[in-house]
């Protein structure tokens, strides 16, 4: 831990009793994910079982592939690529990680080799 | 051997090297020197912060022994691999940001810290630290084992010659680099594997002749080939279904995984990988598991399923192509073990010695015995890989599985349930990894227990423990 630096005398302090407000906003965003996963599994497992559960010969086939595999696997993985794209840009709450970010500034080149991305 | 193979895989090795030694200059530029070594400083970006949970997780089994099944399962196994696509979002949405605040409250630089701060039990510190450096230790061995392996089926060389230049090339980025530059480094080899695949995807559709000719060839052979029950129609739905839980949500009890999520920049870094690490897992699960099932009709005959990857990328791709392609269950291979051994060598340093023998070592100190103790590790991995002793393998069938069911709800619940205590956790782990090892044999002799995989049980049966344990003993909420 840093000395402290002049411009955190309204610092928030941690406080022992109340629960950290940034935590409601972690549990919800939890419960989504669990949400999903469920949402997944249902999808996973209705097309596979539901249309790959006909006999061999009534398989049509979709861009070459059986047409359980296709719902099931491709559609499933396209769809929950996009949930979860629409959940980073739209739902999901940007808030700070650390308890008091005056007491954690970035040292200066702390910062020189992010991903691409960031 | 054809010299064009292995010069790609020559370059990648070479890049790899300079990627460790980039992070091992940039180490000491702040912070302190454990969450450097150990954990990249908490400074992970969005897209390594995915690639390094994708690669870390993504193991010669995805690469080789998957696509492997698949070839003789057909299209039941890719049903199976799919389920890993929940891993890419639901590690970091469940651990999510509570996880990252508080680790950073208790300053923990490895999953046994924030246990040891959530339960403030020296029993539960101890115990984890054994079965991570029991169970890590085993898994990384077996690892090698298949790098090795991989290398000499490519070289030619002998097996003692393959896994030593394999040894070399890990042990220098890792002990010299720590974290970053295996974060990075997953990075670079998380790219290598979707280009690979991706290659690989395309040659083998095209020597077979299109999807449509690849699937009337597999109609042909049997039917059952393109079905969700497997070649011999054994696949059920409750097995592949409990793979849900093996590959898929309880990914989130492996301290591999678990010490990503505490590694990240922001919170904006986390949605961005959450997307990204989603997106790049169910396209390497996918594709890589459809090379398997269409290499079938191109190649047959394969008896080995962890040969059919390398002998179809030899067979459709020029040498040089393969080279690259081939590059991919290596770098899948390698970013599995330095995490394992970089996770090893956390718990011994930080969670034995720094805990119990010595909390007042000077940073210097602890900086000599980082590099040293990772470097030791890796030579008596290397050496234990040139003769696997049976112990290790016999351990290394219960790493996986046997972690999740130990660690899964100690860390869920410690973190999202007030009443969750050191009883609990304790009562769960030992719970976990007991059954996990009893259901292993049971299944061995009599089949599968319910028609479930191994680790279906035990996950269960280490959830009753916690709450029994938690709520049976002393209840005390505990304050966040």
Known sequence: MRPDTPKSPNAPQPNQYKQDPRFKTAHKEAWIGVALAIFNFIWWFGFAYGLGGRPVEEYTYILGLPDWFFWSCVVGFILMSLITVVLAKFVLTDMPLDDDPAYHPNPPNFHDQKGPNS | ?480
Not at chain 2, 9 to 34: D, H, T
Not at chain 2, 154 to 177: D, H, Q
Not at chain 2, 255 to 281: E, F
Not at chain 2, 410 to 431: E, Q, R
């Open chain 2, 1 to 480: 051997m054809n010299i064009g193979v292995l010069i790609p895989l020559i370059l990648f090795l070479i890049a790899i090297f300079a990627i460790g030694f980039i992070a091992s200059k940039q180490m000491g530029s702040g912070g302190s020197f454990l969450q450097d070594y150990f954990l990249g400083g908490r400074e992970l970006g969005g897209f390594v912060l995915a690639m390094t949970m994708v690669a870390t997780y993504g193991s010669a089994s995805s690469f080789l022994g998957g696509p492997g099944t698949a070839y003789t399962v057909g299209f039941g196994w890719a049903l199976l691999a799919m389920t890993q696509v929940v891993t890419g979002y639901f590690v970091l949405l469940v651990l999510g940001k509570k996880f990252a605040i508080l680790s950073r409250r208790y300053d923990a630089v490895t999953m046994i810290d924030f246990l040891k701060a959530r339960y403030n039990s020296p029993a539960v510190a101890i115990l984890s630290a054994i079965a991570i450096i029991v169970f890590l230790f085993s898994a990384m061995t077996a690892q090698w084992v298949g790098g090795g392996r991989l290398i000499e089926s490519l070289t030619g060389l002998s097996y003692t010659s393959a896994l030593f230049i394999f040894a070399i090339s890990v042990l220098v980025y890792v002990t010299i680099g720590g974290f970053r530059a295996v974060a990075l480094t997953d990075a670079v080899q998380g790219a290598i594997m979707i280009v690979g695949t991706l290659i690989l995807l395309i040659g083998v559709i095209i020597a077979g002749g299109g999807i449509p000719a690849i699937m009337q060839d597999l109609l042909n052979e049997n039917p059952r080939l393109v079905t969700p029950f497997g070649a011999d129609g054994s696949l059920t739905a409750a097995y592949v279904s409990s793979f849900w839980i093996l590959v898929g949500v309880g990914v989130v009890g492996l301290p591999q995984m678990v010490i990503r999520t505490m590694s990240y920049k922001s919170s904006r870094a986390m949605h961005r990988a959450l997307a990204i690490g989603t997106i790049v897992t169910g396209f390497i699960m996918l594709n890589m598991h459809l090379i398997g099932i269409f290499a079938r009709p191109v190649l047959p005959g394969i008896e080995v399923g962890d040969k059919v990857i390398p002998l179809i990328a030899l067979e459709v791709l020029p040498p040089w192509l393969a080279g690259i392609v081939l590059a991919a269950p290596m770098a899948a291979i390698m970013s599995t073990v330095d995490s394992l051994l970089l996770l090893v060598s956390s718990a011994i340093v930080k969670d034995v010695y720094l805990n119990f023998i010595k909390p007042d070592a000077p940073e210097k100190r602890v900086k000599m015995l980082s590099f040293g103790i990772t470097g030791v590790l890796g030579i008596i991995v290397f050496l234990l890989a040139l003769q696997p002793p049976d112990l290790l393998i016999f351990l290394n069938l219960f790493a996986f599985g046997g972690l999740e069911a130990a660690f899964i709800w100690p860390i869920v619940l410690g973190l999202y349930w007030k009443h969750g205590n050191k009883y609990g956790a304790l009562l769960s782990m030992l719970t976990g990894i007991g059954s996990y090892i009893a259901i292993h044999f049971y299944n061995q002799e009599y089949g599968n227990l319910l028609g479930v995989h191994t680790v279906t049980l035990p996950v269960v049966l280490s959830l009753l423990a916690y709450l029994i344990g938690s709520l049976a003993v002393k209840r005390e909420p505990f304050q966040f």
